[in-house]
């Protein structure tokens, strides 16, 4: 099945050492989002690709870095993790605008998350 | 800017009973939106979605929602709750390529 993956599904890290979260999928969709949700809180989008083009949410740490190395893959940098940082960080794939009734809307399909810990 | 409102932060339904989730929106335009569940520990799945056409959309498991463009609401509703519908819920407007969240509503299902 198409499908959207992410790995690890469960990330412990340390404070202040890099780590890099892994996004896949098999939709060939052209654009990627990443999303980071803290406990209890609505997902918040960091960035999104799409296709090589990168677009950066105003207010997304610069801490926070992504990587679209080919069509199917995205990666999520986080150079110094903080404690703050600890989250579910969610992935998401978009076929560009999709043709509904005449008008074109963007329907998003997300991976599984992976969970990050901080120490 | 578009934005969401989900009033309630958790709800408790017996089950077998109905269910309704409240949205509200705040959209300029014609508004695309969805609702999405979330399993504990989860990521996010797509229920329903409303862009044109027809108020009333059916979704999986059962879920339908209604859109009212005089109240800015998309109000989600079940008509027999089973335990494993128990999770989160959240609305979303579509803006600019972006999904927008409400804050989420925590079901809970009691026997």
């Known amino acids: 099945d198409a499908m959207v993956i992410q790995n690890p599904r469960y990330q412990v890290t340390q404070f202040g050492k890099p780590v890099t979260l892994s996004c896949s999928q098999t939709?060939?969709?052209?654009?990627m989002y990443w999303y980071q949700q803290k406990s209890s809180q609505a997902p918040k989008l960091l960035f999104h690709y799409y296709d090589k083009d990168f677009n950066n949410e105003a207010d997304t740490p610069d801490n926070f870095q992504s990587r679209r190395p080919n069509t199917s893959f995205c990666f999520l940098d986080i150079r110094s993790p903080g404690l703050g940082d600890a989250a579910m960080y969610l992935c998401?794939?978009?076929?560009?605008?999709?043709?509904?009734?005449?008008?074109?809307?963007?329907?998003?399909?997300f991976g599984p998350g992976t969970r990050l810990t901080v120490l | 800017a578009q934005s969401v409102t989900q009033p309630d932060i958790h709800i408790t339904v017996s089950e077998g009973a109905s269910l309704e989730l409240r949205c509200n929106y705040s959209?300029?335009?014609?508004?695309?939106l969805f609702w999405y569940v979330q399993s504990p520990g989860q990521g996010l799945q797509l229920l329903l979605k409303?862009?044109?056409?027809?108020?009333l959309v059916q979704g999986i498991k059962g879920f339908e929602a209604e859109f009212k463009r005089s109240q800015s609401s998309f109000n989600l509703r079940k008509p027999s709750v089973h335990w494993s519908d128990a999770a989160e819920y959240f609305c979303?407007?579509?803006?600019?390529?972006?999904?927008?969240f409400g804050t989420g509503t925590r079901l809970l299902v009691s026997p």
């Open positions: 409303y862009f044109s056409g027809d108020t």
């Open positions: 959209y300029g335009a014609t508004p695309y």
């Open positions: 998401a794939t978009s076929r560009d605008r999709v043709e509904g009734g005449g008008n074109f809307y963007n329907e998003q399909f």
């Open positions: 939709l060939n969709h052209n654009v």
């Open positions: 979303a407007v579509e803006g600019f390529q972006k999904l927008v």
